[in-house]
């Protein structure tokens, strides 16, 4: 019988425990992104992204 693997689930920005899964055939950490760290890596790229936008928009209009 084939022992069970275990990864265990690490968020790669907060380092918070997100549980475990089955490793087929693979034991450790492996790491992704939990809920709280993604929505606040997509409020800070659309901050980023107005920004950037803003600043086209006003560079665009000094150019005339």
Same mark, same amino acid.
């Given at each position: 019988m084939e022992s069970k693997t275990i990864l265990t689930m690490t968020c790669a920005w907060c380092s918070k425990d997100m549980g475990e899964k089955d490793g087929k055939g693979v034991s450790g950490v492996?790491? *992704?992104?939990?809920?709280?760290?993604?929505?606040?890596l997509t409020a800070d790229m659309e901050i980023a992204d107005n920004m950037?936008?803003?600043w086209a +928009?006003? +560079?665009? *209009?000094?150019?005339r």
């Open positions: 492996s790491h *992704g992104m939990c809920p709280s760290c993604y929505k606040k950037r936008s803003y +928009n006003l +560079n665009a *209009g000094a150019a």
